[in-house]
């Protein structure tokens, strides 16, 4: 997914508990990257993939299809575990976070091995101040 300022403009400050919109925005930019080299090798990274449907749920982001789907361009991101096709609020934020705490370690998405715990550590970085960004992406710490 190409970025563009409009995407980081969708950042909701109240989304990021303890983590600044820039560090959020640095890391999502990384997975970003990461993972149009992986498609480039058609390769997958679950544990990215987690991270990366995290990211784009907190920041509402539009996801565009490369084809149509059912006449559709795109739909807005989905929550990463629950897969409901809405907007991230604070309760429903709290709701997924607490799915991810339950599932990580317990349970495996089927064929999407890192793919929970992708999740989790992203929601735990940014919702719970756990202080450890779920990749490496320059300075990007809770605070």
């Given amino acids: 997914m190409k970025l563009m300022g409009r995407d980081l403009d969708r950042i909701r400050r109240e989304h990021l508990r303890g983590v600044r ?6 890391l999502w930019v990384e997975a970003e990257r990461r993972d149009d080299v992986l498609r ?9 993939a987690g991270v990366l449907a995290a990211c784009r749920w907190i920041a509402n982001a539009a996801i565009t299809y490369d084809e149509p789907v059912g006449g559709r361009h795109g739909e807005l991101a989905r929550t990463p575990l629950s ?4 907007w991230a609020i604070e309760e429903l934020i709290e709701e997924e976070t607490l799915l991810a705490e339950r599932l990580v370690g317990r ?18 970085w940014i919702w719970r101040r756990s202080g450890v960004p779920p990749i490496e992406a320059g300075e990007a710490q809770a605070g």
């Fill in 107 to 124: 349970w495996e998405w089927p064929g999407r091995p890192g793919y929970v715990e992708g999740v989790f550590l992203t929601l735990a």
């Fill in 21 to 26: 919109v820039v560090d959020f925005a640095e």
């Fill in 83 to 86: 897969g409901k096709a809405e």
């Fill in 40 to 48: 480039v090798a058609d390769q997958v990274d679950w544990a990215l």
